[in-house]
């Protein structure tokens, strides 16, 4: 990997990962790429401006208020000189200081002023990664085309496991080597609609019907479309992940939402059908709880089919995409019902996989899918989901070539 030429602006904040910025430096170093750093005042408390200096081989800055650096407009220079800047690790605190526009220290002031792309790599306590508020923020950023590398899964500094890791430095290059040296945009000037995540169907204002299905998958093929070039419409029911960079998502509820936000989408050049859409609703729900009585039997839940969201956009008619992909979650007769599953619902491709719960797949990390089209079957291996969707992503740009 060669990234000769190019300058990074390396933000160090607050966080015991901090010494993981002193090896990103190196892999910076060894593909050719100049390093500048700004270290905060709390990132100070993990690794030293002298750490910096010596890997990064060039100055390292800390103070907004060094007079001779701001004589001459230091952060208006810093913020602008390099090709990217990139933000590890990223702290709640200053995530949440570059979605509100606050400058109150370097750093954050650098990161207002800039008029370059912005990647940033989250590190934080799991609570802290999950919390509304940095949700929240998270999306703002995205809306903004800030980029997102991690953050990972794992054993965590403070004792506990889960989502909030720093991603290791060799990922956070190859993201910084992505946006510095984009790969080719094959879907430039498409339009692509995703639908991901599961629908709530509700019983009564307090309960509802849904599936165990993540959105993972969903959200890694919005990513992978968009890291194609695509302008991509991800339409996703309640799911407990960020928004994926660079993505215009719709958040919905039930099945008939979704439809609704499908249809208002359109015209798309491809559409991909990766919800696990409920297939029934409630033909009345209750306006109040139902109570639990006594005694008394439980309450017979009527149900109705819901709206075929792949049935519909997959009807003839001008406003149908070029191509339509569905998903098939099976977990017996994977390939004979996924293939009557094409047939009956008018699909060009059918995505296949096998959801039995020893599977791990409904709502883990890995996929191993089988791709079904007009021209027979492709058994892929069990992949991470967002190589699968990258692979997908792949298939789709060739096929609208």
Same mark, same amino acid.
């Given at each position: 990997?060669? /990234?000769?030429?190019?300058?990074?602006?390396? @933000?160090?904040?607050?966080?015991?990962?901090?010494?993981?910025?002193?090896?990103?430096?190196?892999?910076?170093?060894?593909?050719?790429?100049? $390093?500048?750093?700004?270290?905060?005042?709390?990132?100070?408390?993990?690794?030293?401006?002298?750490?910096?200096?010596?890997?990064?081989?060039?100055?390292?800055?800390?103070?907004?208020?060094?007079?001779?650096?701001?004589?001459?407009?230091?952060?208006?220079?810093?913020?602008?000189?390099?090709?990217?800047?990139?933000?590890?690790?990223?702290?709640?605190?200053?995530?949440?200081?570059?979605?509100?526009?606050?400058?109150?220290?370097?750093?954050?002031?650098?990161?207002?002023? &800039?008029?370059?792309?912005?990647?940033?790599?989250?590190?934080?306590?799991?609570?802290?990664?999950?919390?509304?508020?940095?949700?929240?923020?998270?999306?703002?950023?995205?809306?903004?085309? $800030?980029?997102?590398?991690?953050?990972?899964?794992?054993?965590?500094?403070?004792?506990?496991?889960?989502?909030?890791?720093?991603?290791?430095?060799?990922?956070?290059?190859?993201?910084?080597?992505?946006?510095?040296?984009?790969?080719?945009?094959?879907?430039?000037?498409?339009?692509?609609?995703? &639908?991901?995540?599961?629908?709530?169907?509700?019983?009564?204002?307090?309960?509802?019907?849904?599936?165990?299905?993540?959105?993972?998958?969903?959200?890694? @093929?919005?990513?992978?479309?968009?890291?194609?070039?695509?302008?991509?419409?991800?339409?996703?029911?309640?799911?407990?992940?960020?928004?994926?960079?660079? $993505?215009?998502?719709?958040?919905?509820?039930?099945?008939?939402?979704?439809?609704?936000?499908?249809?208002?989408?359109?015209?798309?050049? $491809?559409?991909?059908?990766?919800?696990?859409?409920?297939?029934?609703?409630?033909?009345?729900?209750?306006?109040?709880?139902?109570?639990? @009585?006594?005694?008394?039997?439980?309450?017979? =839940?009527?149900?109705?089919?819901?709206?075929?969201? =792949?049935?519909?956009?997959?009807?003839?008619?001008?406003?149908?995409?070029?191509?339509?992909?569905?998903?098939?979650?099976?977990?017996?007769? /994977?390939?004979?019902?996924?293939?009557?599953?094409?047939?009956?619902?008018?699909?060009?491709?059918?995505?296949?996989?096998?959801?039995?719960?020893?599977?791990?797949?409904?709502?883990?990390?890995?996929?191993?899918?089988?791709? @079904?089209?007009?021209?027979?079957?492709?058994?892929?291996?069990?992949?991470?989901?967002?190589?699968?969707?990258?692979?997908?992503?792949?298939?789709?740009?060739?096929?609208?070539?």
């Amino acid at each position: 990997m060669t /990234l000769a030429g190019k300058r990074v602006l390396l @933000i160090v904040a607050g966080g015991i990962a901090a010494y993981k910025a002193l090896a990103l430096i190196r892999l910076l170093r060894g593909a050719g790429c100049g $390093v500048t750093c700004v270290l905060t005042r709390a990132g100070a408390q993990f690794v030293t401006p002298l750490s910096l200096q010596a890997l990064s081989e060039s100055k390292v800055y800390t103070d907004i208020f060094s007079l001779t650096d701001e004589s001459e407009m230091g952060h208006i220079q810093l913020s602008r000189a390099a090709d990217l800047l990139v933000v590890v690790p990223a702290t709640a605190d200053l995530l949440a200081k570059m979605a509100a526009g606050l400058a109150d220290d370097l750093a954050s002031t650098v990161l207002l002023a &800039t008029d370059k792309k912005v990647l940033v790599a989250p590190a934080m306590n799991v609570r802290m990664w999950q919390h509304p508020a940095t949700a929240a923020n998270m999306a703002t950023l995205a809306a903004r085309g $800030v980029a997102v590398v991690g953050p990972d899964e794992g054993a965590m500094a403070c004792n506990e496991f889960g989502p909030g890791r720093l991603a290791e430095p060799p990922a956070i290059l190859a993201a910084i080597a992505r946006l510095l040296a984009p790969a080719p945009q094959p879907l430039a000037g498409r339009h692509a609609l995703v &639908t991901s995540g599961p629908t709530h169907e509700p019983i009564d204002p307090v309960r509802y019907l849904a599936n165990r299905s993540s959105g993972k998958q969903g959200h890694a @093929i919005a990513a992978a479309l968009a890291a194609l070039g695509a302008r991509v419409t991800l339409v996703s029911g309640p799911v407990a992940i960020a928004d994926p960079p660079g $993505v215009r998502v719709v958040r919905v509820e039930t099945a008939a939402a979704m439809l609704a936000a499908c249809q208002a989408a359109l015209p798309a050049d $491809v559409a991909v059908c990766a919800a696990a859409v409920a297939d029934w609703r409630m033909a009345n729900p209750a306006a109040g709880k139902i109570k639990k @009585i006594p005694g008394a039997a439980p309450p017979v =839940l009527a149900l109705v089919p819901n709206p075929d969201i =792949l049935a519909t956009l997959c009807a003839p008619g001008p406003a149908r995409p070029r191509l339509v992909i569905g998903f098939a979650a099976e977990t017996a007769e /994977l390939r004979a019902n996924a293939e009557a599953k094409r047939a009956r619902k008018g699909c060009d491709w059918i995505v296949a996989n096998d959801v039995s719960p020893e599977t791990g797949i409904m709502g883990g990390d890995d996929n191993a899918v089988h791709l @079904i089209t007009a021209e027979g079957t492709e058994d892929w291996p069990r992949l991470p989901k967002s190589e699968v969707a990258t692979r997908l992503a792949a298939r789709i740009a060739a096929a609208l070539a």
